[in-house]
């Protein structure tokens, strides 16, 4: 059973506040400063170019990849870290649409995050091939997979409602189709266990700064199914990618597996922050972690609903459908989460009345969600947005 | 005129070392593990995610982007930071291949590094529309600038030999025949005055871990010409690139001129510790750098060539055709190399013979040379390399 009051204390969180935004930014570990400041003085500044080899840099990727592997199902060996989320989702993109090159469409759900869709509008038009982005409605998704579909590209946590695709199912329909699959699971990793070998997902790109706690711009993650990395080649075939990158050979030759997902120099600063996050996260069971985030939600909309009847819930009822977040719908959204905020609950607003609020049991537990919604309560009650000021624009990412 | 001596003092340089390896990795500024420390114990701890606007994280890229502009001749609101520097290659030359639709061939040279061919491989089969990446020896890159090319894509300075292209004469010379130019700075940036405005060049990238000392695997930076950046499709069209990023529209549209060229979310950690070294930078000339340089590498070529008969200068003798390091060739030099590593002097070794050292006026003085040079002669008057186990792999990037 995971000691969630351990992995609580693990973590800096300002006195005064209930951080319900752990779904766009997780907290610091309390272990990430001095453990970057070792990596800084001991390896950056005493072994330098020769922490290379001698700290273990070069492998980091991988290394911290396959420890992030264990909490989405991914065996050892398919995950590897490095870039963004957004050139992710194109490196999977387009390794895809050249496997099934004889198909066109790629479908999506217009609850995928816009950066996901941005990235395959930009593929498409410089493949200029005639392939086309459709764009399903989240429910409606099953009904898409036609035989002409190259890829599913999902986000299996919508980032605004929280509502939960059944990747199982998905994939498994879609594979029915000779459809390959892509999943996006900046939403998913770290808040709720993830079978990605299970499912028989293709591909999965995600972020590590979010219930991963990487820190801000920490390093991206991309999985291949075992056996396909092998098939793949990669569209952005940078040196370290390549299969002896120290050759340095004018030709390209792809690495073994998913190494060649790898494209440039990784970024050591920051996967040593995630390095510390992990150290938490290996004491953590993520069917642990589903249980608490399904009680805590579950215990957030009953006591939001109960007091404050003008937020209208937009997440799915049911658990079983949602993810990690709740999210309510309200008019002046925008000026009631400013409002929030300065009374220290930080949940954060996406346009147009969406108020959003995570659950991240590794340091929020019933308490909090208590002391949440007493003040979201007030804040209703009072009408205290009105006093905001609507020209701050808060912080979001 | 620019004290080195006190810039000297304010990086972590090893006792007993004489580090010629900041063309791979620059040493560690003193300053930097204060400064991330604190970023992440007083920002991303207590702000949170309210440090993308209250810290400026969300505008760091551009605001470091134009700090490392002044070092590279690009006038204000020209550069932004973000990922590696392989993405800034593929970026630069797929919007350039863009605007030059009806030309199929990219010139390069043999002296690129290999990660810029690799990405110019990987799109070109993406594309699939038939250009040809035409590598020429690097004496001859004029006489390949035909009317059928559509970009001349060039490291300025090799990183084997440490030959300096003429980027303002190349420049002028491609766009006579209407070739759009991209001028990869890797091992430019920071070693040696770069007028990019001036030169006229249409788009450059560079690392910043190398000479501008960001630590391992820091942002790289892409610079398009001033006019240039507004007619830019960026193929990798990220979110953070989009005209209104918090909108969170389905369609994407590009920012304003240079904000473009993002993609992902920044890199905190990397962009602070970057800023640390940019402080050092701000007390320098890069002309006193180059000055110094050239003083420098002619003295090292002078010791070693007075006292080294077996190593032979792989390097331009004339310092106005050579970067800030100088390589010899010597066929024993991967040993050769382990064992001047052994005795603190750190240079690196590319297949099949090159030994490479690098000049870096910021931490580097005469002193060092001397020492360096003296260690070498008295490696290479002992054959001490034969001693070295050849199968201990150093460390290299």
Chains 1, 2 share one sequence.
Request: some cysteine; hydrophobic content about 45%.
């Amino acid at each position: 059973m995971t000691d969630f009051a351990k992995t609580k204390s693990l973590f800096h969180l300002p006195a005064g506040q209930v951080y319900l935004d752990g779904n766009s930014l997780g907290p610091l570990p309390k272990a990430a400063v001095a453990r970057v400041g070792k990596m800084m003085q001991d390896e950056w500044g005493d072994l330098l170019i020769t922490a290379w080899n001698r700290a273990q840099w070069m492998n980091q990727p991988s290394r911290v990849g396959d420890r992030i592997g264990r909490l989405i199902g991914a065996s050892a060996g398919t995950v590897v870290m490095g870039d963004t989320l957004s050139i992710k989702v194109y490196q999977a993109l387009a390794s895809a649409l050249e496997i099934n090159a004889a198909r066109k469409t790629i479908v999506s759900d217009t609850g995928n995050f816009p950066t996901d869709l941005y990235m395959a509008e930009g593929l498409i038009k410089s493949l200029d091939k005639g392939h086309e982005l459709k764009l399903c409605e989240p429910d409606a998704v099953e009904d898409c997979l036609a035989e002409d579909v190259a890829v599913l590209m999902l986000t299996e946590v919508d980032y605004k409602t929280g509502r939960l695709h059944d990747m199982k199912a998905l994939t498994a329909k879609a594979h029915e189709k000779g459809i390959l699959t892509i999943w996006d699971l900046a939403h998913s990793a770290g808040a709720l266990p993830v079978k990605l070998d299970a499912a028989g997902a293709d591909f999965a790109i995600g972020c590590s700064y979010k219930y991963l706690n990487s820190g801000p711009g920490g390093p991206a993650f991309i999985y291949v199914a075992p056996g396909l990395a092998d098939q793949v080649r990669p569209a952005l075939c940078g040196w370290l990618g390549h299969e002896a990158p120290f050759d340095f050979d004018l030709d390209y030759r792809p690495g073994r597996g998913i190494e060649r997902m790898r494209v440039g120099t990784p970024p050591v600063l920051q996967l040593t922050a995630l390095e510390a996050s992990l150290d938490i996260w290996d004491l953590v069971d993520m069917e642990d972690v589903r249980a608490h985030s399904i009680k805590l939600s579950n215990l957030f909309i009953e006591l939001v609903e109960a007091n404050c009847p003008d937020l209208e819930l937009a997440s799915p009822r049911d658990a079983m459908h949602r993810g990690s977040q709740v999210s309510f719908r309200f008019g002046n959204g925008y000026a009631a989460m400013q409002a929030l905020i300065e009374r220290g609950v930080i949940g954060d607003f996406r346009a147009p009345d969406i108020m959003r609020f995570g659950f991240t049991p590794l340091y929020i537990d019933a308490e909090d969600v208590r002391k949440a919604a007493a003040i979201i309560e007030d804040v209703m009650l009072n009408r205290l947005w009105d006093s905001t000021d609507y020209f701050t624009r808060s912080a979001v990412t």
